[in-house]
């Protein structure tokens, strides 16, 4: 009778918060120009400095942050805990020195996603549609790996959390998810990913509290060198490769991640143009600091709980163990929030490359503003069933490893034509080239050899940047021409 009553409670809780998220999205429509789809795409370039920091560290802490980091951390030890540390001070860094540079030059072309900022930095024309497509086509195949994860991990916390199959709380999340992004567009994913951050800062608080209050520091040290002495003394860098040293390269990697992928670079061309970024730097600073702190769950699981099967299971088993069940009603809720925070800012990414970057690649700007924005919503609603149904198929993966090879292999293959063209113009053919050769390296890295988590996008980045300077110096360099947003 108890854990029904926790049941229903926990039940009363989602029908709440979902009711919430859908009202944002409605309300975030509202404020959406109806004839313009940048209102859609980069919601107006309207978001201001405590929800862009919102949007920024939720979407880059999500569910690889509260399910997939104490899983390694279970597995492999205290060397996660230091890696996942690089991120806040990487995100911050990306914030004060980068995206003021993408911000100006976006607007003066009038980008509304990455790929269309691909294509008009390199001169538009022909190739600048080729540019787009590929570009797209590239963010949607990665993205939807990406997204399979995130799915995996809100369905299998939401299962436990509800008493029901995981088929069931995928469905379910993914539905809301799909409801909210699609009638307010990056406005209702950033609104509701700032309310999120915020339940997910304070689910760390707690979650700190109650793991420093309950364990002697000398015993838990004790406890897990006797279990393994890799855990607190790695003398490799465990998944991240064989150097102890290359769990340093989480710092540049981090950096890239939140300047370059498309998901989250994003946001730098949807901030007002007169937001101050200092601010932006400070939010971003504190509540990545807050979050930084969760892998540590993975470490007092091994400890207490030394035999777990899955090690993707450190969170829940650690919610249901050691938690009052109100409390980690509410915690699993934030948590749920985490990876909503992800899943709706690839969903909307993805859609946006669908239905604005192939479209316009392919036929050229035929529709009329209002038909496009339709366009851009059924993609939500298309592509979000198909991320659940490739979620249901997927043979098992590990939770982070899917969202690096997801997420890595887009960063190599953006990094040219997006980050290295700020201080270097290359050319049409240079950001092609480079699109293709740190997809195709990365990605057989990361599938084929055993190299570590980082070692192949990051060898990607390095053959990619390679490769934009060396083909564009072969061929005609073209500036970029700016023109007014449509």
């Known amino acids: 009778m108890i854990m029904d009553a926790y049941r229903m409670f926990n039940w009363g809780l989602l029908i709440l918060t979902f009711g919430l998220l859908i009202y944002l999205g409605f309300l975030s429509s509202k404020y959406m120009n109806k004839n313009d789809e940048g209102g859609f795409l980069v919601a107006g370039r309207s978001l201001g400095a405590f929800v862009a920091a919102g949007t920024i560290v939720a979407t880059g802490f999500s569910g690889w942050g509260f399910m997939g980091s104490p899983g390694v951390t279970y597995q492999f ?222 470490l007092y699981v091994r400890m207490q709980v030394p035999d777990l099967a899955d090690p993707d299971m450190a969170m829940p088993v650690y919610l249901e163990r050691f938690m009052h069940p109100a409390i980690q009603g509410v915690i699993t809720l934030f948590i749920i929030f985490a990876m909503k925070s992800t899943g709706n800012s690839l969903l909307h990414t993805v859609a946006s490359a669908t239905s604005h970057d192939l479209r316009l690649s392919l036929f050229g700007p035929v529709a009329r503003e209002r038909t496009a924005l339709m366009i851009n919503r059924l993609a939500v609603v298309v592509l979000g069933v198909v991320a659940l149904l490739m979620m249901l198929y997927a043979p098992p993966f590990m939770l982070s490893w899917l969202g690096i090879l997801g997420s890595g292999t887009l960063l190599a293959s953006m990094i040219g034509p997006v980050f290295i063209s700020t201080f270097w113009q290359g050319s049409g053919w240079g950001a092609l080239s480079a699109m293709l050769v740190g997809f195709f390296t990365s990605g057989y890295m990361m599938l084929f050899a055993d190299v570590g988590w980082l070692i192949g996008p990051l060898t990607g980045c390095a053959m990619s940047s390679a490769c934009y300077v060396g083909v564009s110096l072969m061929t005609r360099r073209r500036s970029y021409q700016p023109r007014l947003a449509r």
């Not at 490799?236 to 939140?258: E, N, R």
Request: charged share 10%.
């Open 77 to 298: 030890g205290a060397i996660e805990v230091l890696g996942n540390f690089f991120f806040a001070p990487a995100m911050m860094i990306a914030v004060l020195y980068f995206a003021r540079f993408l911000q100006r030059r976006a607007v003066e072309m009038g980008s509304n996603t990455i790929p269309e900022y691909i294509a008009q930095s390199h001169g538009g024309g022909a190739m600048g549609r080729v540019l787009q497509g590929v570009a797209g086509f590239i963010t949607i195949l990665l993205l939807l790996v990406f997204l399979t994860s995130q799915i995996k991990a809100v369905g299998l916390l939401g299962a436990s959390w509800l008493g029901i199959e995981l088929n069931q709380s995928a469905f379910l999340m993914v539905s809301v998810i799909i409801i909210y992004t699609m009638l307010g567009g990056l406005a209702a994913v950033a609104w509701t990913d700032t309310v999120m951050v915020c339940g997910m800062a304070l689910a760390a608080v707690i979650i700190m509290i109650q793991i420093f209050t309950s364990v002697d520091l000398g015993t838990w040290e004790t406890s897990l060198n006797a279990i393994d002495p890799e855990l607190l003394n790695p003398t490799t860098g465990a998944h991240y490769g064989d150097s102890i040293g290359t769990v340093f390269l989480v710092l540049p990697y981090a950096f890239l991640f939140a300047a370059v992928l498309p998901y989250m670079a994003i946001r730098f061309l949807a901030m007002k143009p007169d937001v101050k970024l200092h601010k932006v730097g400070v939010y971003v600073a504190i509540l990545g600091a807050l979050l930084s702190l969760i892998p540590i769950v993975g």
